[in-house]
Every structure is written in structure tokens, then in C-alpha cells.
């Protein structure tokens, strides 16, 4: 713990300011495989009037505490629903020895606060440091219902959100100051904006930045809806902006059913593409960089349906909720949230992803379970419900985390706890679980370690919702190079 502390007091791993030089030197660095993870944890829609809270668990297989809750930072407000963190600066601050990676950016997706937790002084405990009121949102920005938070090279804080302050879709950027992280206003120019927001990633070496769609928020905080898709109240484009003029500048249509959700492009930053995960489409679509500057997308997995009954509709997706690519660029792993697999591609060619792992651990046709599958292009038989260490696992996997060697893929089980209470009512009630999954980086595949289970039904103020991870010292989906 004293190296860890020493390292992250350094400014992470790099030996200038933040975070690494490169992804490479971030996946076969020097630094220790993660101690802690962070993790927010949601009491809203589960009956429990009590305010979400930071989670920090312990995940060194050495520890007296391993696979523990060591620490818990209650938020000041109920009904909060934490989303997606991010850090106060990350990688692309990597020249500036002036910035710390000491700072936890927490937004919220239904009361549109956001919080910033001090990480900082103490790893292992952190602190509340600020809090942003909504109407700070709200008047300076007209933008509510921020979700994704990506540090910048300048220092500052970008937040997407899904729409504006009356619920109404609207695809814009909350931009923070890195040091008071005082509203400054938004980030993005111009009269035009696209219609829905959500996740984003930007590449400067491209002059690009893309964001993705999910839905209007005033629709989503209601549970899905399929009759939603036909009325346009989900999104279906990837919207791409001029980095440097911080203006709207093209969508690329997926398909009405796509909502795409999380975006990530390679890590490398001369890299002129990447991919999205579509959620009610379950497809996963690479975007690139065409020969005349324009950006377009192939789809190029594609999850089948199962036809079953028994559930809402008579074709189940998978329902693709999150994805990542490895450090190295070498494989992709996402999640189906219905029907409970993580799986992982070699992208060495990326317009031919090639599946080399998968594992069932949870999810919606269980054998024993209310839905019946009639007829499955990829299985033969439905999947034996998931028990590690004598616990049905309610729910399917959906957040996922990997480490920095890429030889660890943890997993939480939330989504949204609309669609938790109305997809997965034991998680509700049972409250959800993380899990760690194996690695095989040389050959590909993914094997479930049977010692690690966190339990969050087993919280002292009751079960509750466990989302997105972070390591301290940065992690895949939070640090981008520049």
C-alpha cells in the first residue's frame, strides 16, 4: 500500500504528470496490479430511502479484506442515482507535472448534481470535496442529466448529458474547471446540436470527438418501453463533432433500434477508429476515418436473438449495455445484460472481430427461470442459473472494468435502476454483485474466478445497486491519449 500511495502522490505511474506516456506503457508498466476499485453504489427505485454511495472495495487477493466494502462515502441527498465517474485529470495530462490524479467526478444522472470526492488525501477512505448543484447545471448550460465525465489535456472536465433541464433530449457538454471544478459553461459552439446524448470520446490528433444516443430522459425513467423505438424517443446516431471548433458537424445513422450507448475508440491515438456497443440492436458497429475526412460505420458483430416466451417481447436481444478495449488494442469484451454472457473478440483486424471467450454468468433464460427459449441460432440449451460461493447471482452482467495488464475483467450487474426494478426485480431486491472474471491474453478467453464475489445485497443499510469501477491509478475506459 506505502508504493501505491507513493506512486498515485507522484501523479500515478508516469514519471511526469498523470497517468502514462502511452498505453502500452500503462499495460506493461511497473506499476502493482490494482488494490482497490471504487465503486457507486445506487439506492433509488429499491424502496430504500437512503443516498447512493461510493463504495471502495478491497481486491488485493492478499488482504485480510479481500472482496470487502472497506469503505463507504454516503452521498448528502437521496434519490441521486450516481452514474459513470471520471477523474479530475488523467493521462492526457501526462506533461504536466503540476496535475494530480486525486479527484473523483461523480455525476448524477436524475438530480443532474454532481459530486467531486477527494481521492486523494486518503485512497482507501475518500471524502466529499464539492458539491455542484443542479440549478449551476441547469442555468449556466441549459443541460441536464450529465452522464459520461472525460478529464481533458487542458486540464478541465467535460461532462456529456441526455438532454436539457426539463427532460426534453438534448446532446450537450457540461465543462468544469479542473482546479475550483466551477461551472464554466458549455463546451460545444455553434446552433447546432444533436437531438439525444450520452457516452463520448475524443481524439485530437483527429480534430474529432463522437458522442452517442440513448434516449429522453423523461421517457427512460419509466422503464423501456419497445413502443418508444417507433416514436423516435431513442437514439440511433453517432454524432460527430470538430474537436477544435467544439461544433456539430455529422451523424451517422445505426438504425432506429440501435441506441448506441458506450463508445470507445482504440487506444491509440494515432488510431483513426473504434467501436460502439448498440444496446436494443445488440450490434456492435466500428466507425472510421474515410479517405475524405468524413467519418462512417460498419456493423460488425452481431449478437442473434433468441425467440422465447414467457418475457416482454417474443425475441429477446442480448442487449448490449457496456463495452472496452484492452489497453493493447488486441481485444474487445463487452456485455449482454438479458442474456447474461460476457464475451470477448480478437479485433487484430478489426473489420472481422473474432470471438475467443465467453461466459454465462447470470442473465434473463436461465434454465428453471419464467422464460422459455424456443429457438437460439447460438445455443443448444439454455444456460444453469449462475452460483459462486452459494449465492444465485440475480440480474446479468453489465458494467465492465478490466486491469491495467488486461489480465483481470471485473463485472457489476446494475444498469439503471428503472430497468433493474422492471428487468431483474430479485436485483432489486437481492441487490446486485461484482464478480472478476480471468483472462487469457495470449490465446484469448475468460474463466470466472470462484474465490472473488462482492455482495452487495449484503450492505448494512440494505441491497443495493452497484455500477461503474475505477481504479486509482487509472483504468481502460477512463484515461485517453493525446
Excluded at 427505485?45 to 447512493?52: E, F, I, L, M
Excluded at 481486491?59 to 441527498?77: A, E, F, K
Excluded at 470538430?242 to 445513422?253: E, K, L, N
Excluded at 443499510?461 to 491519449?481: L, Q
Aim: aromatic residues 10%.
Amino acid at each position: 500500500f506505502l508504493l501505491v500511495s507513493v506512486l498515485l502522490a507522484a501523479g500515478g505511474c508516469g514519471a511526469c504528470g498523470p497517468g502514462f506516456a502511452s498505453p502500452l506503457d500503462a499495460m506493461k508498466g511497473k506499476c502493482p496490479r490494482e488494490e482497490i476499485i471504487y465503486v457507486p453504489c445506487i439506492y433509488r427505485n429499491t424502496g430504500r430511502q437512503k443516498p447512493d454511495f461510493l463504495a471502495t472495495v478491497d481486491v488485493d487477493p492478499t488482504s485480510p479484506h479481500y472482496c470487502q466494502v472497506i469503505h463507504r462515502l454516503p452521498m448528502p441527498n437521496v434519490g441521486d442515482e450516481l452514474h459513470h465517474s471520471g477523474w479530475n485529470t488523467c493521462s492526457s495530462c501526462f506533461g504536466d507535472v503540476t496535475k494530480k490524479r486525486n479527484r473523483l467526478v461523480l455525476p448524477s444522472l436524475i438530480s443532474s448534481r454532481i459530486y467531486v470526492v477527494d481521492v486523494g488525501t486518503d485512497p482507501r477512505a475518500p471524502r466529499l470535496f464539492k458539491v455542484i448543484n443542479p440549478e449551476d447545471v441547469f442555468w449556466r448550460c441549459d443541460l441536464g442529466y450529465p452522464h459520461t465525465s472525460h478529464c481533458l489535456g487542458s486540464g478541465e472536465i467535460m461532462i456529456s448529458t441526455l438532454g436539457d433541464p426539463a427532460g426534453n433530449g438534448k446532446g450537450g457538454f457540461i465543462l468544469l474547471d479542473g482546479e475550483t471544478f466551477e461551472v464554466k459553461g458549455n463546451w460545444e459552439r455553434g446552433d447546432k446540436s444533436p437531438p439525444m446524448g450520452y457516452d463520448f470520446w475524443y481524439q485530437p490528433r483527429h480534430n474529432v470527438l463522437i458522442s452517442t444516443e440513448w434516449g429522453i430522459p423523461k421517457c427512460l425513467g419509466y422503464g423501456f418501453d419497445p413502443n418508444d423505438l417507433k416514436k423516435g424517443r431513442y437514439g440511433c446516431r453517432l454524432n460527430v463533432w470538430d474537436w477544435s471548433r467544439h461544433t456539430y458537424v455529422q451523424a451517422i445513422d445505426l438504425g432506429e433500434d440501435a441506441a448506441p450507448l458506450e463508445i470507445r475508440f482504440l487506444h491509440n491515438p494515432e488510431a483513426a477508429e473504434g467501436f460502439v456497443g448498440c444496446t436494443i440492436s445488440s450490434a456492435i458497429h466500428r466507425f472510421y476515418k474515410t479517405e475524405c475526412g468524413a467519418w462512417a460505420a460498419e456493423k460488425v458483430i452481431q449478437v442473434p436473438s433468441k425467440k422465447v416466451q414467457g418475457w416482454l417481447l417474443p425475441e429477446m436481444p442480448g442487449f448490449i449495455t457496456d463495452i472496452l478495449i484492452s489497453l493493447d488494442d488486441r481485444f474487445l469484451y463487452f456485455s449482454n445484460w438479458l442474456h447474461g454472457d460476457v464475451r470477448q473478440y480478437d479485433i487484430s483486424d478489426t473489420r472481422r472481430p473474432r470471438l475467443v471467450g465467453q461466459v454465462f454468468v447470470g442473465g434473463s433464460i436461465t434454465k428453471g427461470g419464467p422464460v422459455t427459449v424456443c429457438e437460439d441460432e447460438e445455443l443448444q440449451d439454455q444456460p444453469e442459473p449462475f452460483v459462486i460461493k452459494g449465492k444465485r447471482v440475480p440480474g446479468g452482467p453489465q458494467m465492465i472494468q478490466l486491469s491495467l495488464d488486461g489480465c483481470r475483467l471485473y463485472v457489476t450487474t446494475s444498469l439503471y435502476s428503472a430497468w433493474d426494478r422492471q428487468f431483474y426485480p430479485d436485483l432489486i431486491k437481492h441487490g446486485s454483485v461484482m464478480l472478476q472474471l480471468d483472462v487469457d491474453t495470449e490465446r484469448g478467453g475468460l474463466s470466472v474466478n470462484r474465490a472473488f464475489l462482492v455482495d452487495f445485497g449484503q450492505e448494512p443499510e440494505g441491497p443495493c445497486m452497484a455500477h461503474e469501477m475505477r481504479y486509482p491509478g487509472g483504468d481502460c475506459t477512463s484515461d485517453i491519449w493525446v
